[in-house]
Every structure is written in C-alpha cells, then in structure tokens.
C-alpha cells in the first residue's frame, strides 16, 4: 500500500507540474499581448492629443495601429480557447482519442516552449484514423514529457517528424529526430513519474536508438 501511495502521490505532482507549466505559458503569451495593446492604447491617446493641438492626423498611422491591436486580440483569443479547451480535458477523463488531433493540439499547445528551444516538429498526418481510448490527462502529461526531453534533455535534436501507427490491434505515435544523443534516448521516459503515466494510459515505449526515434504504443485499452 505505502508504494501504491507513493506512487499515486508522484503521478499526482507530475500532472499539476504539467497543467501549471502549460498554464503559465498561455498566460504570459496573453499578457504580452495585452501589453502590446495597452502601448497601442497609449499611442492612440497621444495621436489624439496632438490632433486636439492641430496636428493632423495620419490615416496610415491609424489603421497600423488599428490592425495591431486587432491582431493581438486574435492572437490572445486563440490563446485562451487553446487554455479553456485544456482546461476541461478532466471533465471527462476516459475517453476516445484521435492521436492525429492530440499531438496537433499539444503541439500548439506547447509552441512557444518548443519554439524557444530551436525546435520543430512536422507532424505527418495517417492514411487512416490512429484512435485510442484511454486517460486522456494522463496522455497529455506523457506527451509532454517525450517532446520536453526531445527538446529539452537533447542539445542536438533540431527536426522531429511524427508519424503514426494505425493498426487497430496497436495504434501508435513515433517520434524520429534528425539527431540525438544515446543517453537522452537510453534515460527516455524511465522515472517512476514516467512510468506510472505508462501504466496509466495504457502505453508501451518503443525505443530504436540506432535510428533516433522512439514510439508509444497501445496494444488494447486502459
């Protein structure tokens, strides 16, 4: 019982480590933006001064400022549906998944993470449907781990193609990399954290380090 307690507890601060990294991602990208609008803001007052002063206004300097402000507010709406969709994900923690959509939307969901690391991933899309059933979270959270370490625990791994395995008896998601060190590969997804989210979501890892690449694997539900 006390390992199970342990191990429950560790899975637990993995998940909240990873809901607050996200988290606090999106929420700086929006307060840039916001930041962005209010010195918009800040400059639209001034144009309006100088023109109470009689200076004449520019149009061309008026609609620059008009599109950025409008573009920021897109840009911050997109942020927080990405957020709020993220959100909910708990409401219904087992579930059918499209792995195609999943790695898309964690992808944009940790764009700016990934981004600041030099990385980029190109996601090559099934011939047919990869579905799983299982925790979704859970699956978040593991997702996160394998493209934390491809970007972060690896300096050299720069290009990341993900493709996937769409057996219905072992669906599957790989991940090939231009390059990579044996350590990262060798030390890829084997802490107790780590392998408490395996057991979880039904997920085996498939490791070929001769090649750079690495696959997680169902071969039936959770």
């Known amino acids: 019982m006390k390992n199970k307690i342990l191990t429950d507890d560790a899975l637990l ?3 909240l480590q990873f809901f607050g990294k ?16 209010n010195e918009s803001a800040g400059l639209l007052q001034d144009l309006i001064l100088m023109s109470e002063n009689g200076h004449a206004l520019s ?8 599109k950025k402000i409008e573009s920021r507010v897109r840009k911050a709406d997109r942020i927080l549906k990405r957020l709020n969709r993220f959100s909910h994900v ?7 998944v499209d792995l195609e959509s999943l790695i898309r939307f964690m992808l944009d969901l940790t764009s700016r993470l990934v981004e600041m690391q030099g990385a980029r991933f190109n996601v090559v ?13 859970f699956l978040q959270t593991l997702i996160w781990r394998s493209i934390e370490a491809i970007c972060l625990k690896s300096s050299s791994t720069r290009q990341v193609t993900v493709s996937f395995e769409t057996d219905s008896s072992a669906p599957g998601i790989w991940f090939s990399m231009d390059r990579t060190d044996k350590k990262t590969m060798e030390m890829l997804l084997e ?8 057991a979880q979501t039904g997920v085996a890892v498939k490791k070929e380090i001769e090649t750079n690449r690495f696959g997680l694997s169902w071969s039936g539900p959770i």
């Open 125 to 137: 899309s099934p011939r047919s449907p990869a579905q799983v059933t299982t925790h979704l979270f």
């Open 59 to 66: 149009n061309e300097r008026l609609i620059d400022i008009s």
């Open 13 to 15: 601060n993995e998940c």
């Open 191 to 198: 802490s107790r954290e780590e392998k408490a989210l395996l």
């Open 22 to 37: 996200m988290s606090a991602s999106a929420t700086h990208e929006i307060k840039n933006d916001l930041s962005i609008i």
């Open 90 to 96: 708990p409401d219904e923690p087992v579930r059918q």
